[in-house]
């Protein structure tokens, strides 16, 4: 695996939000600008072909750094490669071509579609992106897509609202495959749907990845369907990587303190997989101020003393493919 | 039973097999039901509102009575007849059959006066709305969705215009520019796009979160598109409910601003000039100014009702399931 | 401790009559953990809120009987029902957010149970906690805070919700739902809203609090890997009815109604990496103009003609097991 080039490429990434005051305030109150770190630093590598999961609890970053990497969002800093290709200098036709290459599944299958639009006119906009420009050959490719992602076609005029939310989330995997991109963003794809519609869902995406060779950003906060769907996965916690590595050596040998707690508390009908649940203290901090050193050190059960609230450790690999960033592995 | 061949032929064909003709034809088709599907729809709610039935009747009435106005009155609305002066109503003492609402100060017929005065209203309601719905949704749109400093410009100027009562702004705009029927929109629409601005602002910043404008941008839609395609949609229904709630209010400003003198100029008969010549006569001829008073507060009210119903239908966050 | 016989609870809508629950029939031991296991709207909150009777308009209990301590809780008289929530059985919601009100003081939100109830009028507590109402009533709130893991509690009396994180506020809901001793608790999804990590905290919580008081717990939960690893007894409720009844390693380990095993083969297993899922074709139906029949026959894939036309009994198949499946025998209950 590591030996191929990767698709997606990522150098000190970082992605701050300013949540700004109004003018007024800022003169009148000097208020200044929140920074919110969302994403600091990150160094990712995607590789063609794999689904690569990214986990996290909520507020950690993942979804900003799943958005920033297909430039729905400017970084701050730092750069991403989309075969070797800079993402974020690109504009005009380059983009366009780019984005044909890299898409997006969301999360909220209800938000994700447009209310007043039906499924013939939310499909064809990423067709028109495409070139397409015929109707006949539009509303044939739309059939196509339908077809391909379990709906019938009889539903092409027929409006969101009409749906299920597992249907609705076929409509926007359709729409994410209309482009025929090459890489795909999956973000939390499964998280607002009933479990037994959930499974569907999964399915789909693996049978596409199949049929069409994709590359799947998978990111969720469910350990079990990350589990299930990726040959590797990255550990955010408050918008660093803690810890990558393949999936079945990450759930064998978990180094990073934090993954241990984490994957110690999924709840799990498998009795196989229970183990000694570690309770994490306290809650995550707030990525308005993170706290310095280590962001993991004030919940952190392992902690070695001074240098994990002082230094930043930064990922270092400790077997095989296995990186981490903790003071412990150096 | 014969069922209609073509029909049924070319929905059973397979997208591939249709002529690009046909193929048009079948889109078309799909595209007219799906309209009136959504025009019945419409219909059919608007009967659950009898009051909002009734205002869309008596505003739809109003609006033939200004367009065929020359057609209707029965009698010359701009000259009058010395002997006929404060001629009281047919049905009363003194009253003739063939001025159904007697006559004003000069002799002139009211009934064709206040056909003629529809015109005014009508016109002036209709323009200055679409006016400021046009500057202020653009406008509003831009802002919520580019934020930075033309949003901070436009909020705060807006903010300013908004302490300002509506009356004396329009006052002091025609004080300036004098009298006439462009220069009375020009008044009304200054600060008229105001809450058009508003609205259409504050839908679209909550638009703009939605995942749907980020997937049509992952789509590789352009922002003017994003914003007309994407957005447009999904605030229009709440613009077309404060549009016509603010007709009404922009009428009676209109009639606010000729009761006073400067309205469309003193040629033309308007409901609020009407009112304002037949105040001295109150006493003994109260028909000349009661009577345009009527025709003013019917439409108002009508429109209201309509703008009410409209709410009620076409913004489902205010329906109480 | 609780009986529920043949409970049911309708809404009529404009589509159609909602059977949010139908006939239902549960029973609780005392100091028991019950998980109630179901996808959105199959009715599982709905139950709970009928147990306390707090159900939204338009909806209504139709008919059944909740025997909660021997007595029939829908024979009481409102005023009865008021003593009872909060004091015997109390209540924990989703949303921590929406429920705690958020221009109050979290102390104060605490204290106002123990006051509704006139709880510092009792002798016992008067003889805990001295005669000073005031004092005796903040002596207490501070005691639940410590117990639910608040942490500084002096300050966080004096602190407002939105101060708190999300599992703070849930942990200060469980105070609230604490403070009065209930010996039954009712969690409605108390962990959905909350990250994994402070899921484990808040669940080891309720754990304890099972542990050292003895309160039985029903716990409302979409997770079947929650109730697998938290509760004793899992039922598992599918478009209004109860499907399958059982202790916890049974339903989870040899489970008999095809829901339930749908279900746990659409949930991915971490022990055995490429065991493949395998979803449940179609979706959760509407509850409006639900047919006669098993609700899930469309869905099923041992379905028989049967299954479309009669009402199935729940059946009996050892003893503490129970499925309402035609394809299993056993004998009605």
Redesign the interface.
């Known amino acids: 695996m590591t030996a191929a080039e990767p698709l997606v490429k990522t150098k000190g990434l970082t992605k701050y939000f300013t949540s700004r005051r109004s003018l007024v305030a800022k003169l009148v109150a000097r208020q200044k600008d929140h920074l919110i770190k969302a994403v600091d630093d990150v160094n990712l590598d995607i590789y063609p072909g794999e689904t690569l999961g990214l986990v996290g609890e909520s507020g950690c970053g993942k979804t900003t750094l799943g958005r920033t990497l297909i430039k729905l969002y400017e970084p701050t800093s730092g750069e991403i490669f989309y075969r070797n290709q800079l993402v974020h200098e690109l504009k005009g036709r380059e983009l366009i071509a780019f984005r044909k290459e890299a898409q997006i599944i969301f999360q909220n299958p209800y938000a994700s579609l447009n209310p007043r639009k039906t499924v013939r006119d939310i499909i064809s906009v990423p067709l028109r992106t495409r070139g397409l420009r015929e109707p006949r050959i539009i509303e044939e490719e739309i059939l196509n897509l339908l077809q391909r992602v379990g709906l019938s076609p009889r539903h092409i005029d027929n409006y969101p609202h009409q749906f299920s939310g597992g249907q609705r989330q076929r409509i926007g995997v359709a729409r994410a495959l209309a482009l025929q991109p090459n890489f795909i963003v999956a973000d939390e794809p499964v998280s607002a749907l009933d479990v037994s519609v959930q499974a569907q869902i999964i399915n789909l995406l693996e049978e596409l990845q199949e049929e069409f060779q994709l590359t799947y950003l998978f990111i969720t906060h469910d350990l079990s369907v990350v589990h299930y769907i990726s040959d590797r996965i990255a550990v955010m916690y408050l918008g660093h990587i803690v810890e990558t590595a393949p999936t079945i050596t990450l759930f064998e040998r978990p180094l990073h303190p934090y993954t241990q707690a984490l994957l110690s508390a999924i709840p799990s009908v498998d009795k196989g997989f229970r183990r000694k649940r570690i309770i994490l203290e306290g809650t995550v901090p707030t990525p308005l101020d993170p706290p310095p050193g280590c962001r993991f050190h004030t919940r952190c059960f392992a902690k070695l003393g001074d240098v994990c609230t002082r230094v930043t450790p930064s990922l270092v690999e400790v077997e095989d493919n296995h990186f981490v960033a903790c003071h412990h592995f150096k | 039973m014969k069922v209609n061949e073509t029909n049924v032929h070319l929905a059973q064909l397979p997208t591939t097999d249709r002529s690009p003709l046909q193929q048009h034809l079948y889109l078309l088709g799909i595209k007219l039901r799906l309209q009136r599907q959504n025009l019945g729809n419409f219909f059919r709610q608007l009967k659950r509102h009898p009051t909002a039935m009734v205002g869309a009747i008596v505003v739809v009435l109003y609006i033939l009575m200004a367009i065929f106005a020359p057609l209707l009155v029965p009698h010359d609305p701009f000259t009058g007849i010395l002997g006929n002066r404060i001629l009281p109503p047919k049905w009363y003492e003194g009253g003739r059959p063939e001025y159904l609402l007697g006559c004003d100060e000069l002799g002139r017929d009211l009934l064709s006066r206040i056909i003629y005065g529809a015109r005014v209203s009508i016109s002036v309601g209709l323009i200055s709305v679409t006016v400021s719905t046009v500057i202020g949704v653009t406008a509003g749109i831009a802002a919520g969705y580019y934020r930075g400093l033309f949003d901070e410009i436009f909020s705060r100027f807006a903010d300013l215009l908004l302490a300002f009562p509506f009356l004396i702004f329009a006052l002091g705009v025609m004080v300036a520019t004098g009298p006439g029927f462009w220069n009375l929109i020009f008044a009304l629409c200054f600060k008229g796009w105001v809450e058009f601005f508003r609205l259409a602002r504050g839908e679209t910043l909550s638009e703009k979160t939605k995942e749907y404008v980020e997937a049509a941008k992952a789509s590789g839609q352009g922002h003017l598109t994003i914003m007309l395609s994407e957005i447009m949609p999904n605030i229009i229904h709440s613009v077309i409910v404060l549009g016509t709630l603010r007709m009404g209010s922009l009428i009676i400003t209109e009639a606010s601003l000729s009761f006073l003198g400067l309205g469309v100029g003193t040629r033309i008969p308007a409901w609020g000039s009407m009112i304002s010549s037949g105040r001295q006569y109150m006493m003994n001829a109260w028909w000349i100014s009661t009577l345009p008073g009527m025709a003013l507060l019917l439409l108002v009210l009508s429109i209201n009702l309509l703008g009410e119903g409209l709410r009620d239908i076409l913004d489902p966050r205010l329906k109480i399931d | 401790m609780l009986v529920i016989k043949n409970l049911s609870t309708h809404f009529p809508t404009e589509r159609g009559l909602v059977k949010a629950v139908n006939n239902v029939s549960l029973s609780l031991a005392t100091g028991e953990i019950l998980g109630l296991v179901g996808?959105?709207g199959c009715g599982k909150s709905m139950t709970l809120l009928s147990i306390l009777r707090l159900i939204p308009f338009p909806g209504k209990i139709v008919g059944g009987e909740v025997f909660f301590r021997g007595s029939n809780l829908l024979e009481k008289k409102p005023a009865e029902m008021r003593a009872l929530r909060g004091q015997d059985i109390a209540m924990v919601f989703q949303d921590p957010m929406t429920t705690l009100n958020p221009v109050f003081k979290v102390g104060e939100q605490i204290g106002e149970s123990l006051r509704i109830h006139g709880a510092m009028g009792k002798e016992s507590f008067r003889r805990r906690y001295g005669d000073n109402k005031k004092i005796a009533e903040k002596e207490r709130v501070l005691e639940l805070m410590k117990e639910v893991g608040i942490?500084s509690v002096d300050e966080r009396y004096h602190e407002y919700p939105h101060q708190f994180?999300?599992?703070?506020q849930q942990r200060a809901l469980i105070a609230i739902a604490l403070s009065c001793n209930p010996q039954l608790l009712l969690a409605d999804e108390p962990t959905t809203a909350l990250?994994?990590?402070?899921?484990?905290?808040i669940?080891?919580l309720l754990e304890q609090i099972n542990r050292e008081h003895g309160t039985g717990i029903i716990l409302v939960t979409?997770?079947?890997?929650?109730a697998?690893?938290?509760c004793q007894r899992i039922a598992v409720m599918y478009a209004g009815s109860l499907v399958e009844v059982g202790p916890t390693d049974v339903v989870?380990?040899e489970p008999r109604h095809p829901y339930t095993i749908?279900?746990?083969?659409?949930?991915?297993?971490?022990?055995?990496?490429k065991e493949?899922?395998?979803?449940?074709y179609g979706?959760?139906p509407d509850l409006a103009g639900l047919a006669g029949g098993c609700p899930f026959a469309p869905?099923c894939e041992v379905v028989k003609d049967a299954c479309y036309s009669e009402d199935i009994p729940m059946r009996q198949i050892s003893d503490d097991h129970q499925v309402r499946c035609l394809n299993v025998p056993g004998h009605s209950v």
Request: proline share 7%; aromatic share 2%; glycine share 10%.
């Open positions: 996808e959105s942490p994180s999300g599992g703070m990250d994994v990590t402070i899921q484990a905290q669940l080891s979409h997770d079947l890997g929650v697998a690893e938290f989870i380990g749908g279900l746990l083969r659409s949930i991915p297993k971490i022990s055995s990496k493949k899922i395998k979803p449940i979706n959760v869905r």
